[in-house]
């Protein structure tokens, strides 16, 4: 279940042929290892396109426009992206957001997960937290009580998702994009995203994502 889900099964209706979708449910650090052992066809799971990963896969255009939102503590005296400069940023090591958090100026903390960071924000013992906005907002809404912090209402522009799909599958990319583009345009994807979301994630614009040739 899931955003992705459906939309993957909304791709598919509108690929040429019999084409049916079989989910195959894995850890995240399992899917695009899968993909080299033939295990799966394409990676779905909010994936970015990073030079490290573009020399062993192919990306299609994005579906889902990804930002980083920040969150500090309630009475906190962050306001502005340019406060995070030499604060304490409660953040996995080596993991994307972690990076950002450094370019921003912060100094990493290390956790093992959010309800970690959160402890150490609400007890003064790190400043701010960057993550998804849209996984931020997903897990303050589930919390029995609301905690002392608060979401800054500035966001720091990630990389967006795409599909994944092994390296020199170029029939099967092409073919993903123009569904992909197709469900964008259409509003399909929008609806997903406002029913699971409450908030539309589908990209504007895939003049900067396409060939030449496409």
């Not at 920040?70 to 080596?94: F, P």
């Not at 720091?156 to 964008?184: F, Q």
């Amino acid at each position: 279940m899931g955003y992705e889900v459906d939309m993957a099964k909304e791709l598919v209706k509108d690929l040429d042929g019999d084409v049916k979708a079989e989910f195959v449910e894995m850890s995240f650090g399992s899917i695009l290892e899968s993909l080299n052992s033939d295990r799966i066809d394409v990676a779905m799971h909010s994936l970015s396109e990073t030079p490290e990963r573009a020399e062993q896969y192919d990306f299609t255009v994005p579906y889902f426009d990804k930002v980083w939102g920040v969150i500090v503590a309630e009475d906190s005296d962050i306001q502005t992206l340019d406060d995070l400069d030499g604060k304490r940023a409660a953040q996995s090591v080596s993991t994307s957001s972690g990076q950002e958090a450094e370019k921003l100026g912060g100094e990493l903390v290390p956790i093992d997960d959010v309800d970690e960071a959160m402890k150490l924000i609400t007890e003064d013992r790190a400043d701010f937290y960057l993550g998804s906005d849209v996984g931020q907002q997903d897990y303050l809404d589930k919390q029995p009580e609301p905690l002392s912090v608060r979401v800054l209402d500035e966001t720091v522009p990630d990389v967006p998702a795409s599909l994944v799909v092994p390296k020199g599958s170029d029939e099967l990319r092409e073919d993903l994009n123009e569904v992909i583009i197709e469900n964008t345009e259409d509003g399909t994807l929008a609806e997903i995203y406002d029913e699971y979301l409450g908030m539309d994630k589908s990209i504007e614009d895939f003049d900067e994502y396409l060939d030449e040739d496409e």
